[in-house]
């Protein structure tokens, strides 16, 4: 069987461009993971949907991926807010998915990812268009699980 998808894994942590003041804090968004997950989904154009659902403050993670992102160019970021197992099954959820040209999963408690998601539409989607279509899926720390 031949994948058409590509999955990024990241560590955590990622530089998503915010100033921290530190002494040794290194300023390179646009040489970062988050600039590769950009070139492998098709550019700046590309449909990326941010899923927070790993988080405890998933409005702000969101919040956080849509400025990092827009810092790389990007506008056409969504957040798919998944707090509970209905909303895996939601049609504006799942047709964000469908439609989507990366998925990034934010950090947090792993999980809450395969309680609120395991084995529902977005699941079933998700797996289908690894395996079937370019896509891509990141994720970061508990989200790269």
């Not at 646009?30 to 409005?59: D, N």
């Amino acid at each position: 069987m031949s994948i058409k998808g590509t999955l990024i894994p990241i560590g955590g942590n990622e530089d998503k461009g915010i100033d921290t003041h530190e002494a040794y804090h290194l300023e390179f968004i646009e040489e970062g993971i988050l600039s590769r997950v950009v070139r492998e989904s098709g550019g700046s154009e590309a449909l990326i949907v941010v899923i927070p659902t790993a988080s405890r403050i998933p409005k702000e993670v969101g919040e956080n991926y849509i400025d990092a992102f827009g810092k790389l160019g990007c506008r056409n970021v969504q957040v798919a807010d998944i707090r509970d197992r209905r909303e895996s099954e939601d049609p504006k959820n799942v047709d964000l998915i469908q439609k989507a040209d990366c998925i990034m999963f934010s950090g947090g408690n792993q999980s809450n990812i395969t309680k609120k998601i395991g084995d529902t539409s977005i699941h079933k989607i998700l797996l289908d268009r690894y395996k079937n279509e370019k896509i891509v899926i990141a994720g970061t720390s508990a989200g790269a699980m």
